[in-house]
């Protein structure tokens, strides 16, 4: 499955860099605002320990990881959703996307500039947040206008419409989010097809200096107060430490640096693993002679499903799945073994996938 996120903020608060650190694709980032006009588009491997090991083990030709796309969208400002700075770009480009990573400036650097002359991470949360719910509550009064008129005629799916929107938009006018709401799956289905912005889930992510790396600051205290009912996600992450780890082409190096600042692995790959947690993604694992492959899928994806992301086809035919769990994969040591030793399972189409699930997939077209 294809996975989209898009990396936001207020212009001059670490996007451009924390971009270049996840993709090495070198967006420029600079001290000035909207130095970010076009989205920059870079796909990233996931990583996972994982996959390396079985790759190790089976010898493929290929080794093909799970990625996740990345965009770096032009910085926002307050009027945005009225079309001021590079707003109307900025909000069709982040509709786009399945979850938002959001960066919030967590430290003070006279040398850095910030676009509304302080340092306030709050404040800036407020003006992003604000901006996307008023471009939420434009999409839903259009559309609640457009089901009033087809209500008239009697139409009680229209009637259902007009009361959920009615839902979201009180929830907009009071100053939230649409995903603080706890809403049913009818509800869901009705505005899923609005793409509303600030239903999207969020990774909010403090930038922060050395220190606060450590030992934390009243910057990201205020962030974890805020956000604590809002059903989001927080790391803190130095990107100058990140670009200065990024730029060491030598694994070892980078390892070795880690270890001075005792961190165990670059920040980078928290954001990625955290984003999976965030949609709730999981990974399951092909693994032949020719090529040993990560594929993305929900947790609570069944068989078919999941062979739907191989190819439409296989779920249309399927037949069945053949699983092996990772750890007897690797503690066995071949398939043909997990054969013999009878850890090889069949499943038909009521079973869901595991997370590190190796998968073989039979069907019929």
Known sequence: MGLKCGIVGLPNVGKSTLFNCLSKAKAQSANFP???IEPNLGVINVPDIRLDNLANLVKPIKVIPATIEIY??????KG???????GNKFLANIRETDAIIHVLRCFEDDNIVHVDGSVDPLRDKEIIDTELQLKDLETLDKYIEKNIRIAKSGDKEAKKVIEVCQKYIDCLQSGKSIRVINSSQEEIDIIDKLNLITAKPVLYICNVDEEALKYSNKYVDSVKDIISNEKSEMLLIATAIEEDIAS?????EQLLFLNDLGLEK?????VIQSTYKLLNLQTYFTAGE???RAWTIKKGTKAPQAASVIHTDFEKGFIRAEVISYNDFMNIGSELECRNQGKVFVEGKEYVV?????MHFRFNV
């Open 290 to 292: 020719k090529e040993v």
């Open 34 to 36: 909207f130095c970010t």
């Open 248 to 252: 060491l082409e030598n694994i070892e």
């Open 72 to 77: 770096d969208i032009a910085g926002l400002v």
């Open 354 to 358: 595991n997370d590190g699930d190796i």
């Open 80 to 86: 945005a959703s009225k079309g001021e700075g590079l």
């Open 266 to 270: 670059p920040g980078v790959h928290s």
